[in-house]
């Protein structure tokens, strides 16, 4: 199964969006409040250069906003190797 994170804030709609695709679709996720968690949106912002949510990464790839086909053909991705190991 894929290693999801996701970068959210209470307010922003696409990150409510998203977590409910997610739990639509039983896929686990672990979740970083980036408006109370400032070391976590540090990473954030490390990693993609920006401070706007939801940042949602998957196995080390990262999607900026809430892309469903993006986030969709990663998890195929991950799925698809997970099954040929």
């Avoid at 695709?21 to 980036?34: A, L, R």
């Avoid at 250069?49 to 993006?70: A, C, L, R």
Wanted: net charge negative; aromatic share 10%.
């Amino acid at each position: 199964m894929a290693q999801v994170k996701i970068y959210t804030t209470p307010t922003c709609a696409y990150c409510k969006i998203a977590k409910e695709y997610f739990k639509k679709n039983d896929i686990e996720y672990e979740e970083y409040n980036t408006a109370e968690d400032a070391d976590k949106r540090q990473e954030m912002f490390e990693k993609t250069g920006q401070m706007g949510v939801p940042v949602i990464e998957i196995d080390g790839q990262i999607v900026i906003g809430f892309d469903k086909s993006k986030v969709e053909e990663l998890l195929e991705e991950t799925s698809a190797k997970n099954n040929a190991a």
